[in-house]
């Protein structure tokens, strides 16, 4: 699954769309950016709403657009599904009609698909209302739907949670997982469109960041949350790791984790499929180094589970303070980087006498799940 | 009040022409419509123009314009007499062409409307749901536009019925072949003891276009109400 794309487009004199990225094995890009960035306006340009002046956009090796070719493929055949940020149902049809109003056949698309999607999005008493007889809400879902149950190549979801109350996001995030890998047409890009980074964390493997029809950065998840962070709006890297659940100890409420060659224990939580790779987020701020010139054995909590061990791959000096970066060895779970960064006081680097290749151990607070929430360690 | 046999004949005259103009107005008024709504090209504002001219044009010029186009040695009117034996003048088909263009503009005014109220975003979602062209026009466009056309047609029939000066100048007053209301009722106020019988007519073309006039607005709301 691969997109290339490349867009030059002046809408007025204050702004000008210039894209550019070849992303070779992508299946969700996540996009981040401001009001008025040219979110909407790539997504458009990608369903071919709206024809750039200059561009190119390549879907898994076929060309959609080429101007300079003079090759565009009419929007109806490009097999797209899009979630409008503001639904766009058809006034005049029923929900039913609505949902089905595309009649092309998708591959791997079973009728308990349909059911399911319905179920989940909670809209299946819907069926014969109007649309002018639905809330906003209501209206969003049954939007989703009709998107989720009709897209063959390219699925555009702008904002596609506003409008649901907390409930509602986490049914429509618990049905994606499955639609992803159960549902959708095989080669299928999503394209997913949000001011919320909990969310495209959740459902991202790539993120872009646009600013003023820019491109900021765009990169695999990992990477950007460590490296880019700031443009997303941490103040801290956010360090994305995949971790194995060893063992669930319901008696004393805790779940022991695999985190490189190190372990962790954490609060139960039985989310965490044992032996099976799970993601995790450790915020760099809540990763403590722990001063290598002291016993060792002191070094060490009472209970000896919440650190990790690793090495000092790299040092980068930042005013006042310092990004450290730690090798963590995970490489049985190589999914994602093993490097973990954090920031340290720059006085420490010298106070502590820390150096490249240094070995270190890293005291653990906090982690987060996918889905945004924190846990203690 | 019951209307005599020959106030009926008008009636129906003025019926039959009203319909015809509308059928053949129809489908230019809509292509027109379409066309200056969705579509940006050079000279835009020169059909625009020339669609809403006879407005503002005295009917009488138009119908004199008629008769250069269409009279029996007018530029079109020679050829379309001699190959089809199509004969405009002193005829209801006269009185359809006058009468079309007169209500025209009213047609394409409100097509227009209610295809820039409907505005693009349906049809791109149904493009992007794979509906070729003729799918979305019959599905999407049609239905949604409906009470807007509908309205439009109201209109351009009102329009119709009440043509006169372009009427007069280009098919003449000919009784069962021209006679429209507006002309009956021209010709009854010159005739003594005629007043009663032209205040009867004038009160069924009252009728008509107040009724035109109340169901075009009706629709056009309730359209708006349904749907925005």
Known sequence: ?377 | MILTEAEWQIIALSIQIGFWSCMLNFLPAFSIAWLLSRKKFWGRFIVEALVYLPLILPPVVVGYGLLWVFGNFGLLGKWLNLWFGWDFVFSWYGAVVSSAIMAFPLMVRSFRLSIDHMGVAWDQTAQILGAGRLRILLTIVLPLILPGICAGVFLGFARSLGEFGATITFVANIANQTQTLPLAIYSLMQQPGGEILAWRLCLFSLAIAFIALTASEYLMRRWHKQYF
């Open chain 1, 1 to 377: 699954m691969g997109i290339e794309v490349e867009l030059y487009h002046r809408i007025n004199q204050d702004f000008l769309l210039d894209i550019s990225c070849e992303l070779p094995d992508v299946q969700v890009m996540g996009i981040f950016g401001k009001s008025g960035s040219g979110k909407t306006t790539l997504l458009n340009m990608m369903a071919g709403l709206l024809r750039p002046q200059k561009g190119k956009i390549k879907i898994n090796n076929t060309n959609w657009l080429c101007t300079q070719s003079g090759i565009n493929v009419p929007v109806r055949n490009r097999g797209i599904g899009y979630a409008f940020q503001h639904q766009q149902l058809f006034p005049h049809l029923s929900v039913k009609s609505n949902i089905f109003y595309a009649k092309r056949p998708i591959a791997k698309w079973l009728p308990e698909n349909t059911m399911r999607v319905m179920e989940e999005l909670g809209i299946s008493h819907l069926l014969d209302r109007f649309p002018h007889h639905l809330s906003g809400g209501e209206k969003q879902r049954v939007s989703l739907a009709r998107t989720l149950i009709s897209s063959q190549q390219l699925l555009l979801l702008d904002e596609p949670t506003t409008g649901l109350d907390k409930g509602r996001k986490e049914n429509f995030f618990r049905l994606f997982e499955p639609y992803k890998k159960n549902m959708m047409p095989d080669k299928t890009i999503i394209f997913y469109v949000s001011h919320y980074l909990d969310e495209l964390i959740q459902m991202a493997d790539h993120l872009m960041i646009l600013d003023q029809g820019k491109v900021i950065a765009v990169d695999q998840k990992a990477e950007m949350l460590q490296k880019h962070y700031r443009p997303l709006g941490l103040k801290n890297p956010l360090n994305s790791l995949t971790v194995q659940a060893l063992s669930h100890d319901i008696q004393n409420q805790k779940t022991l984790i695999q985190i490189g060659g190190s372990q962790l224990i954490i609060p139960l939580n039985q989310e965490f499929l044992l032996n099976q790779p799970t993601d995790i987020y450790i915020d760099g701020c809540l990763i403590q180094l722990q001063n290598p010139s002291l016993d060792s054995n002191a070094l060490s909590p009472p209970s000896g589970s919440n650190t990790i061990k690793g090495q000092i791959t790299k040092i980068t000096s930042d005013s006042l303070v310092c990004k450290v970066d730690i090798n963590i060895n995970q490489a049985r779970l190589v999914k994602t980087p093993s490097v973990l960064q954090t920031i340290i006081p720059r006085y420490r680097i010298a106070d502590w006498s820390l150096i490249e290749g240094q070995q270190v151990q890293l005291l653990i607070s906090q982690i987060m799940l996918e889905n945004g929430t924190m846990m203690f360690c």
